[in-house]
């Protein structure tokens, strides 16, 4: 199975600033997965993100909005813009490494916009 | 997509109880999974199971493909096991993963 590595474990940030939320994987894979969880809800998938190709983002999310970088095979950013308190949310990343272990996720970013 | 409906939404037992967890899908299981959400937010995984029975320790899962449904079970609850529990799977098209849809989850709650 694949461990990732995601960074920041939270953070606090004002309205209309910008947070890049890290992933990094133990292994090479070819897609990783962005996924936003809003208060008391469950998970919903914001963008795919492929190495050397523009991310493919979710019905009711925006580049303009999630911008994903995938420079290399074991790397991802997503960033969060022009944050409102409506932002606030845990974003997670995930791999899918295959039998017999599936999807792995990120421990998280809990994010909070005031 | 895929459609994935979990039941029942909240559980509320005594520490030393069991449980049934399910989970329906609306469309053909790929890539089946369970997990935990522990109270910091961190998803546990806890099986992989398109098909068939799984076990480990109190927890088992067993997923009837053919009918699209799968069932977690916790035997003799402990307050560690409270959280809460999803069921996601992924609608793969043969171009490569297609990232998981999650059921709503089951909130579940172990009174000492």
């Known amino acids: 199975s694949a461990v990732i590595s995601q960074k920041p474990s939270r953070d606090i940030c004002q309205r209309g600033t910008s947070l890049t939320i890290q992933c990094q994987v133990d292994?090479?894979?070819?897609?990783m997965f962005w996924y936003r969880q809003q208060p008391g809800q469950s998970l919903t998938l914001i963008a795919t993100?492929?190495?050397?190709?523009?991310?493919?983002?979710e019905s009711g999310f925006v580049i303009d909005k999630f911008p994903i970088s995938r420079p290399n095979l074991t790397f991802s950013t997503l960033t969060v813009s022009n944050m409102s308190p409506e932002d606030s949310s845990i974003y997670l990343c995930?791999?899918?490494?295959?039998?017999?272990?599936?999807?792995?996720f990120g421990s998280g970013t809990r994010l909070t916009v005031v | 997509g895929i459609q994935v409906e979990q039941s029942p939404p909240d559980l509320i037992l005594q520490e030393g109880a069991n449980s049934t967890l399910r989970c329906n899908f609306s469309?053909?299981?790929?890539?089946l999974q369970w997990f935990h959400q522990n109270p910091w937010g961190q998803l546990i995984n806890l099986f992989y199971?398109?098909?068939g029975t799984k076990q480990n320790g109190r927890l088992s899962a067993t997923t009837v493909a053919t009918e699209r449904y799968s069932l977690l079970y916790i035997s003799s609850s402990q307050t560690t096991d409270s959280g809460v529990y999803f069921c996601a799977d992924d609608s793969y098209s043969g171009g490569g993963a297609d990232g998981l849809t999650f059921g709503k989850g089951t909130h579940l709650i172990i009174q000492p």
């Open positions: 995930s791999v899918e490494v295959g039998q017999p272990y599936g999807y792995t």
């Open positions: 292994s090479q894979v070819t897609m």
């Open positions: 993100a492929n190495q050397g190709s523009e991310a493919t983002y």
């Open positions: 469309d053909s299981v790929n890539n």
């Open positions: 199971i398109p098909s």
